[in-house]
C-alpha cells in the first residue's frame, strides 16, 4: 500500500519540520550580511553544497518566478534524462508513458502545475525542439505536443529553468509554464582545455541484463578566450522488461440483451473485455551528442552554432494472453455467466463461463523491429552590442524529430476451453484463467493477420527571430526589450500499410481452423504445433498478485519475421491505411514589446507579445458519396483540408518585491497559450460501420477546427532564503483555462456498404471528437531546502492542485497531491542522496472508449558517490528502490485496468577528468 498523507498533513509537517531547522541554524543578522559573502565568495563548494547555491541564488535574482537545477545537481543523482531531474522541482510532475500505454521505468513526460504533458513547453537554449516516440500509438492515435525526454540525456545540460510565469520575451505555447534547458557554453569553461568521461554500467534487476554507458566531453577555448569548441557524445544501452496484467477495456451489457433477459440484475453492467498476462520486453540504445563552436571576436559581438541530435533505438516485443469475453458475452448476445457470479459497483467483479464450444481466449504476439524515434536541431546565435545601452540577439534554426514502426510482426492465435475471472482492485493483479493451458499450442487456432507497417511520423520546425533590449540610464525605468519571431512546424504520417492475411497459393481466406486451403500452409506453420516454443519466465508476475496464466508458450520474433513475411499481405496500395495518415502545417509569427523596471524593493516587467496562427490540415475520412479515393481495401476516403487562423494578444506583468534581505514577495497575471494536439487537430477516424438504413454508428475522430487553448493565470509567491544554501518558499497559482480542449460529441453522415447492401447507403454517426471547452486550475506549493549542520541536508515540496473541467469532470493529467522528500550527505570524499517523490491518481483519458486513470504511485532512488581524487570518482545510483506497481483503473478502482512492474535499475559510473 503507498502512504498517501492528507495535503493539511503533510504542509504541517513541512513547516514544522522548518520551524525546528531555523532552530539548528539561525539566519544571520543583517549587520553580518557582508562577512557572510565574502566568505561564500572566498570558499570552493563543490557537489551538492555548490549547485544548492547555484540554484537558489538564480532563482532569487530572477525577476519571474523560477526553479533552476544546476548541471552540479544533476550530476548529484541518479538522473538518466532530464526528466529525472525535473521531478524533485515543486509544480513540476512526470509520468512514465507519452499516452495509455502504460508506464515503464524511465520518466518519458513533463507536466506542470496538474495538467496534461502537452500544456507544458520544452525549449532548448530558448527555442523549440522537435521530437519523435518509439511507440507506435504515440506515432498514430496519440500524437501530443509533449516532448519525449526519453532523448534527452542529462549529460547534455548546463542548467534547466522552469519558468512558471510567462512574459512577453519568452516564446508563447506554454499554457502552465515552460522548461527551458539551456546547454554548456564553450567559452564559460575555466581551463583552456577540459575533458571529462564517464564510463559505466547498468543492472535491470527484472531482464537480469547488465549493459554499457558511456559519454564524453570535451572542451577547448584559446587563451584568450575569443574561440571555443565543445563536442559531448553519448552511447548509452539497456534492457527493459516490464510484466504485468491489463483489462483492455469495459463494456456494458446491453438492457434487452439476451444475457438481461435471463439474468435481469445484468442489465447494464459493466464487465471486463479483454484480461491478458503481458510480457513486454525491449533493448533500448540511446546514442547522439551536442557540437558547439562559439566565436568572440570582440566585447561586443558573439556568434555561436550548436548542433544536436538524439536517436533512441527500441526494437520491443510484446505479448499478452488474454480471456476475451467478446467471443462469448459479446455484450450480453452471448453466453451468461454460471451460477456464482458477483456484481459490485455495476461492475461483473466475478464469473464463469462453462465450456459451450467456440471461442474464450485470444492471444497476440507483436514484434516491433526497428522501433525508433529521433530528435536533432541546428541552432545559430548571434549577440551584438551596436552601442552601450542597445543590444541584439538573432537567432535561427531547424529541428527535426521521427518516430518510426517499420515493421509489426504479428502473430494471432484463438483459444478454447470456457474461461473465468475476478478482480481484486488495484493493489492485485486479477485471477483469470483459460481452459486451453497455456504452456502448449496445440489447440491454438490462427487469427486474423493484422498491424500497421511502414509507420514514419516526421515532424519540423524551422524559427526565425529577432531580440533586441535598451537601457535606460537611472530612473524607474530598467530596459526595453522587444523582437519578432517567426516559425513554421510541419507534422506529418504518409504510406500507413495495414497488414493482412494472404494464403502462400494465392486461395482466399478463410477465419477459423482452416485459415487457409489446406495446400496453403506448410506442416512447419504455425498453428500446425510442430514449430518450437519458448516459455516466459519463470518468476514473470511473481510480484503482482492474483492467479492468472503465467507459464505461457510463446516464439521467438525471428519466427513471428518469418511467418508474416509469407503469410502476411503488405500491399502497398490495397493495404494502405489512410486512417493513420495527416498532415500539419502551422506558421506562427510574433512580435512582443516588454518594459524592466526597477525602483528601490520593487522590480519586475510588463508586457505585451502579439500572436498569429495560421494552421492548415490534412485529414483522409470516409467518404460522404463514395466518390474518393477507392485504390484501398478499408473504403473510400476523400481528402479534407481544413485552413484556420488566430490572432492572440497575451499581456504579462510580472512584480518581485523584497520584504527585507531574506524574504521576496512576487505576484504576476499573465495570458497564454498552446496549440492542440496533433492527433486532436489530425489524426485517425474510426468508425464502427452499422448494419443497415437508419442504425446510429459510432465512432471517434479529431476536429480540424479546434482553436488554441487559451488561459489567463495568477501566481503569488513568497521566498525567505534564511540561511546560506536555504529557502523556505510557498506560492500559490489560478489558471483560467478558456478554451481547454475537452471531449464531445458530434454527428455525421458516412457512405456504408456491407455485403446485403453492395451500393451503400447514408447513415449517421455520432463521433466522440475533441472540442473547446473549459477548465479552472488552482493549487498551492510549499518548498523547503535546509542544509542541517555536519555535512547534512534536507530538501521538501509539496504541490495540491484541484483542476476540473467544466461540468466537475477530470482535467486530463491532474494529480492533487504530489511531494518530494530528500535527503543527502556530503563531505570531501564522499556524497549520498535518497529522495522520494509521489503523486496521487491522475485521469489519462479514454481508451477504447473507456475511462483511463493511472493510481498512486511512489518512486525511491539513491546515489552514493566516493571521490577518489582531484581527477577520478566512482558513482553508484539506483532507481525504482521499492519496486513500485503502476496501477491503472477505469470507472472506479472496482475496474482496474492494468498492474505492471519494471523492476530497480542501478547503475555504477566512473567519472574522469582532466
Known amino acids: 500500500m503507498i502512504h498517501r498523507p492528507s495535503p493539511i498533513a503533510l504542509a504541517a509537517s513541512l513547516l514544522l519540520a522548518h520551524g525546528a531547522l531555523l532552530a539548528q541554524s539561525a539566519p544571520a543578522k543583517k549587520d553580518d550580511k557582508k562577512e557572510e559573502a565574502a566568505q561564500l565568495e572566498a570558499v570552493v563548494v563543490t557537489g551538492i553544497r555548490a549547485a544548492q547555491q547555484k540554484s537558489l541564488t538564480q532563482k532569487r535574482n530572477a525577476q519571474t518566478h523560477v526553479d533552476v537545477i544546476t548541471a552540479e545537481d544533476i550530476g548529484k543523482m541518479p538522473d538518466k534524462n532530464i526528466a529525472d531531474s525535473l521531478q524533485r522541482v515543486p509544480g513540476v510532475t512526470i509520468s512514465s508513458a507519452g499516452a495509455n500505454e502504460g508506464g515503464f521505468d524511465e520518466n518519458d513526460r513533463v507536466s506542470m502545475r496538474g495538467t496534461s504533458p502537452s500544456l507544458t513547453q520544452t525549449l532548448i537554449n530558448g527555442h523549440n525542439v522537435a521530437s519523435g516516440d518509439w511507440f507506435v500509438l504515440n506515432q498514430t492515435t496519440n500524437a501530443g505536443r509533449s516532448v519525449s525526454y526519453s532523448l534527452l540525456p542529462s549529460e547534455i545540460v548546463g542548467s534547466v529553468v522552469v519558468h512558471k510565469t510567462s512574459e512577453a520575451s519568452l516564446v508563447e505555447g506554454g499554457l502552465t509554464g515552460s522548461v527551458n534547458v539551456i546547454t554548456r557554453k564553450p567559452l564559460d569553461f575555466k581551463h583552456s582545455l577540459t575533458a571529462e568521461a564517464q564510463l559505466g554500467a547498468v543492472y535491470a534487476d527484472l531482464p537480469g541484463k547488465t549493459d554499457p554507458q558511456l559519454s564524453a566531453l570535451f572542451n577547448f577555448k584559446n587563451d584568450s578566450n575569443t574561440l571555443g569548441l565543445m563536442l559531448q557524445v553519448f552511447q548509452e544501452k539497456r534492457?527493459?522488461?516490464?510484466?504485468?496484467?491489463?483489462?483492455?477495456?469495459?463494456?456494458?451489457?446491453?438492457?434487452?440483451?439476451?444475457?438481461?433477459?435471463?439474468?435481469?440484475?445484468?442489465?447494464?453492467?459493466?464487465?471486463?473485455?479483454?484480461?491478458?498476462?503481458?510480457?513486454?520486453?525491449?533493448?533500448?540504445?540511446?546514442?547522439?551528442?551536442?557540437?558547439?563552436?562559439?566565436?568572440?571576436?570582440?566585447?561586443?559581438?558573439?556568434?555561436?552554432?550548436?548542433?544536436?541530435?538524439?536517436?533512441?533505438?527500441?526494437?520491443?516485443?510484446?505479448?499478452?494472453?488474454?480471456?476475451?469475453?467478446?467471443?462469448?458475452?459479446?455484450?450480453?448476445?452471448?453466453?451468461?455467466?454460471?451460477?456464482?457470479?458477483?456484481?459490485?459497483?455495476?461492475?461483473?467483479?466475478?464469473?464463469?463461463f462453462s465450456d459451450k464450444g467456440g471461442f474464450y481466449g485470444t492471444y497476440d504476439m507483436i514484434s516491433r523491429p526497428g522501433a525508433k524515434a529521433k530528435t536533432d536541431f541546428v541552432a545559430f546565435e548571434g549577440k551584438f552590442q551596436p552601442t552601450e545601452a542597445l543590444s541584439v540577439v538573432t537567432r535561427a534554426g531547424v529541428s527535426n524529430g521521427v518516430g518510426t514502426t517499420p515493421t509489426q510482426d504479428v502473430m494471432p492465435f484463438d483459444q478454447k476451453g470456457g474461461g473465468s475471472w475476478k478482480l481484486n482492485g488495484i493493489n492485485s493483479a486479477p485471477d483469470f484463467s483459460i481452459g486451453t493451458p497455456a504452456n502448449t499450442n496445440a489447440n491454438s487456432v490462427l487469427d486474423w493477420v493484422w498491424g500497421g507497417q511502414n509507420v514514419k511520423v516526421d515532424d519540423k520546425e524551422q524559427w526565425a527571430q529577432i531580440d533586441a533590449a535598451y537601457a535606460f540610464e537611472g530612473g524607474f525605468l530598467k530596459e526595453l526589450k522587444f523582437g519578432l519571431r517567426g516559425a513554421k512546424h510541419e507534422r506529418s504520417s504518409a504510406n500507413v500499410i495495414a497488414q493482412g492475411p494472404k494464403c502462400s497459393d494465392g486461395s482466399g481466406f478463410t477465419w477459423g481452423a482452416n485459415w487457409c486451403s489446406s495446400a496453403a500452409i506448410s506442416p512447419e506453420a504455425p498453428g500446425n504445433s510442430i514449430l518450437p516454443f519458448q516459455l516466459y519466465p519463470a518468476n514473470f508476475g511473481s510480484g503482482l498478485g492474483g492467479t492468472f496464466p503465467r507459464n505461457v508458450w510463446y516464439y521467438t520474433p525471428e519466427q513471428l519475421a518469418a511467418f508474416n513475411n509469407?503469410?502476411?499481405?503488405?500491399?502497398?496500395?490495397?493495404?494502405?491505411?489512410?486512417?493513420?495518415?495527416?498532415?500539419?502545417?502551422?506558421?506562427?509569427?510574433?512580435?512582443?514589446?516588454?518594459?524592466?523596471?526597477?525602483?528601490?524593493?520593487?522590480?519586475?516587467?510588463?508586457?505585451?507579445?502579439?500572436?498569429?496562427?495560421?494552421?492548415?490540415?490534412?485529414?483522409?475520412?470516409?467518404?460522404?458519396?463514395?466518390?474518393?479515393?477507392?485504390?484501398?481495401?478499408?473504403?473510400?476516403?476523400?481528402?479534407?483540408?481544413?485552413?484556420?487562423?488566430?490572432t492572440d494578444a497575451l499581456p504579462s506583468l510580472?512584480?518581485?518585491?523584497?520584504l527585507n534581505r531574506e524574504m521576496v514577495l512576487r505576484g504576476a497575471i499573465t495570458r497564454t497559450l498552446t496549440r492542440p494536439d496533433y492527433s486532436a487537430l489530425a489524426g485517425a477516424t474510426s468508425i464502427s460501420p452499422v448494419a443497415k438504413p437508419g442504425d446510429i454508428g459510432s465512432g471517434s475522430g479529431p476536429n480540424g477546427e479546434l482553436k488554441p487553448v487559451r488561459s489567463t493565470n495568477f501566481d503569488l509567491a513568497f521566498e525567505y532564503y534564511h540561511a546560506p544554501r536555504a529557502m523556505v518558499g510557498a506560492s500559490a497559482f489560478y489558471m483560467d483555462l478558456s478554451s481547454l480542449i475537452t471531449l464531445g460529441q458530434v454527428t455525421r453522415r458516412y457512405l456504408t456498404t456491407n455485403a446485403q447492401f453492395p451500393q451503400g447507403f447514408q447513415a449517421d454517426y455520432v463521433l466522440t471528437t475533441p472540442v473547446n471547452g473549459q477548465g479552472k486550475v488552482k493549487g498551492l506549493e510549499l518548498s523547503l531546502e535546509q542544509p542541517l549542520g555536519a555535512y547534512f541536508g534536507v530538501s521538501a515540496n509539496y504541490t495540491y492542485t484541484d483542476a476540473k473541467e467544466d461540468g466537475n469532470k477530470p482535467m486530463l493529467g491532474a494529480s492533487r497531491n504530489a511531494y518530494t522528500l530528500g535527503a543527502y550527505y556530503e563531505d570531501d570524499s564522499w556524497n549520498a542522496r535518497l529522495t522520494y517523490t509521489y503523486r496521487s491518481s491522475f485521469y489519462s483519458g479514454l481508451d477504447r472508449a473507456t475511462a483511463f486513470s493511472q493510481d498512486a504511485t511512489g518512486s525511491l532512488s539513491a546515489s552514493l558517490g566516493y571521490k577518489i581524487n582531484d581527477k577520478l570518482s566512482l558513482a553508484l545510483d539506483a532507481r525504482n528502490l521499492n519496486n513500485p506497481k503502476l496501477a491503472y483503473f477505469a470507472l472506479n478502482q472496482d475496474q482496474p485496468r492494468s498492474i505492471y512492474q519494471n523492476g530497480r535499475q542501478f547503475y555504477l559510473t566512473l567519472r574522469a577528468k582532466l
Do not use: C
Open 239 to 352: 534492457h527493459l522488461r516490464r510484466e504485468g496484467v491489463e483489462i483492455l477495456g469495459y463494456n456494458q451489457i446491453a438492457a434487452g440483451s439476451k444475457v438481461a433477459l435471463s439474468n435481469p440484475d445484468l442489465a447494464g453492467v459493466w464487465y471486463p473485455r479483454s484480461i491478458g498476462a503481458a510480457l513486454f520486453e525491449q533493448e533500448r540504445e540511446r546514442s547522439g551528442g551536442l557540437l558547439e563552436v562559439q566565436f568572440k571576436p570582440s566585447a561586443t559581438t558573439s556568434l555561436s552554432l550548436t548542433g544536436f541530435s538524439s536517436t533512441l533505438k527500441a526494437s520491443n516485443y510484446n505479448r499478452n494472453y488474454l480471456l476475451h469475453a467478446p467471443f462469448f458475452l459479446n455484450e450480453g448476445k452471448g453466453q451468461a455467466p454460471d451460477a456464482g457470479y458477483v456484481v459490485r459497483n455495476n461492475t461483473l467483479v466475478q464469473a464463469s
Open 566 to 646: 509469407k503469410f502476411g499481405n503488405r500491399d502497398p496500395i490495397s493495404r494502405r491505411y489512410f486512417d493513420w495518415e495527416y498532415a500539419l502545417e502551422e506558421k506562427n509569427s510574433a512580435g512582443y514589446a516588454q518594459l524592466d523596471f526597477e525602483s528601490g524593493a520593487l522590480s519586475g516587467n510588463m508586457g505585451l507579445r502579439l500572436v498569429r496562427t495560421e494552421q492548415q490540415t490534412l485529414q483522409y475520412l470516409p467518404a460522404i458519396d463514395g466518390a474518393g479515393d477507392v485504390s484501398s481495401a478499408f473504403g473510400a476516403y476523400d481528402r479534407h483540408i481544413a485552413t484556420r487562423s488566430f
Open 654 to 658: 510580472n512584480l518581485r518585491y523584497n
